[in-house]
Each structure stands twice: as structure tokens, then as C-alpha cells.
């Protein structure tokens, strides 16, 4: 069987170290797992540490000069089965919403048009449920995005409501199934 490779994306939100564990348990599965970051999951979580469980370089920033034989924002995109992003913060969603392509997480996932997507949001309560964030949700599920909803906990702003990133083992059960 044809080694899968999924694109994990993470992006700007405390959950972003549960992505992690995502990769890891991905990666335990016999799937190659590239791991796009934007600079503000940078942040909360190192590109090393991602390096260290995939065995794969991890992509931050599209303008690093390095010498690749094919443009990567495109050559991911292409070879990708499924693109996960895990933590998907309200700004991610909003640029993907409007087509925005400004890091290379956003600029691969539009270069990839035909790829299965999965969303799993992790923000505050309010953002979440902010008519804004739900109508750029609305909008991507009605280009195919899937969304794995956020779960009903004390998040770390100290805010009690929906917001948390969904179980990891829930969004293994769901991304497996969907390649």
C-alpha cells in the first residue's frame, strides 16, 4: 500500500502543542505528515519539535531561501491526500474564507483545490462564536471544508464555553477515516 501524506497545519492558538501529539500518533500510523506552521504558532510551539516526530522539515515561512527543485507551495499541495489544520485559529479561517494567501499554510491549502480539508477550530468562546468566524466556516463548508467541532471547556483565557480543540484521539479517528 502507498504511503499517505497529509499536510498538518497549525497555526496561532495555546492548543497548537496538541498538534504535536497529532503529528506523532499521524506519524505512528505510517503516514508521512509535512507540517506547515504560520509564524504565530511559532510562537507557542517550536518548528523542532515537529521536525523531531515527522523526520520532515517544517515550513514556516514561504520566502526562506533555500534551494527546492519545484516551488513547495505548489509541490505540497500536489502531493498531499488530505490537509489537516490543527489548531485552526479564527484568522486562519478568515483568510482562507477571503481567499488570502499570505503564509504558506494559506497559500498551499488554496493551491490545493481538489485535496480533502479538515478544520479543527481552537479560540476563545467569543471568537468562536462570533457570526463572523461562523459565516467564514459556513462559507469554507460550502467549498468541502470539514470541521471538527471545538469542545465545551475552561479554555486558557479562563473563559468556560466552546473554543477547546477537539480530542485528539477524535481528530485521528476522523482524519484516518477520511484517507
Known sequence: MEQKEIILGVTGSIAAYKAAELANNLTKENILVHVIMTAAAAEFITPMTFQTLTKNKVYVDMFEKVDYPDV????????????????????????????????????????????????????????????????????????????????????????TGRGALADVSEIIEITLSSL
Open 72 to 159: 513547495r507551495h505548489i509541490s505540497l499541495a500536489q502531493r498531499a491526500s488530505l490537509l489537516l489544520i490543527a489548531p485552526a485559529s479564527a484568522n486562519t479561517i478568515a483568510k482562507l474564507a477571503a481567499g488570502i494567501a499570505d503564509n504558506m499554510l494559506t497559500s498551499v491549502t488554496l493551491a490545493s483545490p481538489k485535496t480533502p480539508k479538515i478544520l479543527a477550530p481552537a479560540m476563545n468562546t467569543a471568537m468562536y462564536e462570533n457570526p463572523v468566524t461562523q459565516d467564514n466556516m459556513g462559507k469554507l463548508a460550502k467549498y468541502g471544508y470539514k470541521f471538527i467541532a471545538p469542545r465545551a471547556s475552561r479554555l486558557a483565557c479562563g473563559d
